[in-house]
């Protein structure tokens, strides 16, 4: 039996647009042996009031479509339009939804329908389109997934698929070995460092029989861009509160998910302000970076496990004076909202290998609690709610505290701009500063709370020791596993000078 799609919008302002759906759903080869398009100006005549007839038909869908644009509509005496009327209807019976958003509307957007746009923004998962044949593309793609999830149509995953051009080769078995170390220690991993590469990649599910599949080689590649051009981390430092040139700092972090999460945690570390406080319970002198690493660490996290890995689009990271943006392509599932982000809810991973694998690792604590932590630990931080939204793929906006005051603007930060002095002499300060004994550099690095090797030793250790401020406590051999490093003379009255 075919699944009613009850077609929802200002019926002028998007005819063109509603007969095509219409004529796409009953002509499209796959669509139309499970769906049957409903719109109320193609229902016969029966004699019943036109709002009995179009509410009616909303509970009696399977899939409730809506379009928005800026048109209202029609207003009723209460003064609510006939779309508004199914769209709350259909909220109410709780049957599934889609939203379609016209690109270009806002603008020209009639309040009314501007509420009603912010209305599905917290409620549904919604897409964007500009032309006619997007829109089509997007239901499509949207209706599959809803046959998939049925278990109707059944496919292979990009997460799961097979990738034809890769062999084993392309797995670089020293990240597999750390990977199990660190699996052992955070999560009880069963197997152990030397295990035979393909018992490995079975386990966690990235061969199939004996050929890799795409997460595999996200996960452990030796170079995964080889396959995958936009799977990278673009992120880029504004001292303003716009995109602007010039731009302070801007790379494109590649390698594979463990790597491209480490590097850019550790980007937006050495941007924002830290603080460094005074040993009274402990003998390490505490650390508190302005917006928590936690917060950082999940937003990225988060973007890079479960994103569209099939879009033309990247991870995006971009800093401002007042916040951070992260965006990634994808959106939400079906079963999720904006709303319920804000609550305790299942998981649905996008690429769940991938994920599995990124939990094991420590990366992720537990399904399904990303953004509830977030927005946890910004308010017990002082900080700003963080903003979620769908504008384009998903996007998590963290408020940095100058954001809290109201005092960030553009004249404002181009004050702080002045004051800003050279980034790696400002790292080398904070290295001079917890540096109160002689360390390991991976102690160091954890002080620091820095996941990235090269990170800290080009940003950070190299620097300082060529400055002359640190100092190797085994300098004749510098790659003793017994190698500390220590402040100089020079280095000890630069922090009691800087204390």
Known sequence: MKQKIFLSSVQKEFAQEREALHRHLLTDPVLHLFFEPILFEKLPANG??????Y?????????????IGKEYGFETQAGISPTELEYNLAQKEQVFSLAFIKNDTEAERHPKEQTLFRKIQNSLSYKRFSTTNELLSEVTKALVVILQQKGILRSTDFDSEVNSKATLNAIDEDKVNNFISLARYKRGFPLREGTALPKVLSHLNFLSETQLTNSGILAFGQNPQQFFPTAVVKCAHFHGLRVAKPIPDHRVIKGDVFT??????????????????????????????????????EAIVNAVAH?????????????FADRVEISNPGGLPPELTLDKLRTDHASYPKNPHLAEAMYQAGYIERFGTGTGEILHLCKENGLLEPIFNLEEGFKVTIWRPIATTGQATDQVTDQVTDQVTDQVN???????????????????????????????????????????????????????????????QKGQLLKTKLE
């Open 307 to 319: 994103r569209d890995y099939q879009s033309k689009g990247s991870v995006q990271l971009m800093l």
């Open 426 to 488: 400002e790292l080398i300060k904070r290295l001079i500063l917890i540096t109160d004994q002689a360390y390991s550099r991976q102690e160091l690095m954890n002080i620091l709370q820095l996941k990235h090797n090269p990170n800290f030793r080009d940003n950070y250790l190299n620097p300082a020791m060529e400055e002359g401020f640190i100092e190797m406590t085994i300098p004749d051999k510098p790659n003793s596993t017994n190698q500390k490093y220590r402040l100089t």
């Open 260 to 297: 491209q999460v480490d590097e850019a945690v550790d980007f937006i570390l050495s941007k924002i302000a830290v603080s460094v406080g005074i040993r009274s319970q402990s003998n390490q002198a505490p650390l508190q970076y302005e917006i928590p690493r936690a917060v950082i660490a």
């Open 48 to 53: 019943a009031q036109p709002m009995e007839v």
């Open 55 to 67: 509410l009616k038909e909303v509970t009696q869908a399977e899939v409730y479509l809506i379009l």
